[in-house]
């Protein structure tokens, strides 16, 4: 009775072990299929012909051809409105104006800066800086193309006053001496066009230096000087930005 049963649990034994190599032959079929079905490609492919990258590139050329000249400036005042010759007020001038000369300041030359004058306002001392104005004509002479540029002197005094008025409108009063001093920056100068009605190619930089001392004048340049020095200093110059 023993042995029947012995070769039925090894028949048994036999059966589990053809399951298992046929379950894992399923799964190896399985997989192979996976991958042949999701690495073939079933479109036919195409051939085109082939497009080189291309680079589309735009050059925006500056001009580096201006000049500039600077004129000095006189307030128009009550006093000094039909002075002149022509006058002030036939020129078309109103008080309070401030009125540049038609010639340029010559090379080495000093412009006085007035001292400070005091007077009394609603019972207070109140400190009226001396002032010049100045206004620097950039001329651009290129006729295609457009300029950036800004305007240096090269040696501001100390303890002065430094405005603009025109194209920006800033202020600031130094302490020392300042190198290489910034009047205007990037400001943009058109290509020259006489058709322009404002000025071919022209900008026009308004400007003054005011001295805040009461007991004695300042002395600045803003032209080139040759006289007094081994090498000629341009108190004003251009950069291109």
Not at 22 to 34: D, G, H
Not at 38 to 46: G, K, L
């Amino acid at each position: 009775m023993k042995k029947p049963e012995k070769k039925k649990r090894k028949a048994r034994a036999q059966l589990r072990r053809r399951g298992i190599i046929l379950v894992a032959l399923l799964a190896v079929s399985a997989l192979v299929v996976n991958l042949i079905v999701f690495s073939y490609s079933w479109f036919t492919p195409v051939t085109t012909s082939g497009v080189g990258l291309a680079l589309d590139r735009e050059d925006t050329i500056r001009s580096e051809r201006c000049t500039f000249e600077t004129y000095k400036g006189t307030i128009v005042t009550e006093t000094n409105w039909e002075t002149g010759n022509p006058s002030y007020r036939s020129r078309g001038y109103f008080i309070d104006q401030v009125a540049y000369d038609d010639t340029p300041i010559a090379n080495d030359a000093v412009i006085t800066i007035p001292k400070a004058t005091t007077k009394t306002e609603d019972g207070e001392t109140v400190t009226v800086p001396g002032r010049v104005y100045f206004r620097t004509n950039v001329q651009n002479t290129d006729t295609e193309h457009p300029s950036v540029i800004s305007l240096y002197h090269h040696q501001m005094l100390a303890d002065v006053g430094v405005a603009i008025t025109y194209p920006s409108n800033t202020y600031h009063r130094t302490e020392t001496v300042y190198n290489d001093y910034f009047i205007l920056r990037n400001a943009y100068v058109k290509a020259k066009d006489e058709a322009d009605v404002d000025g071919p190619g022209l900008l026009q930089v308004e400007w003054f230096v005011e001295n805040f001392d009461t007991a004695a004048t300042k002395s600045i340049r803003v032209t080139r000087q040759t006289t007094g020095v081994a090498t000629p200093i341009e108190w004003l110059y251009l950069m291109y930005n």
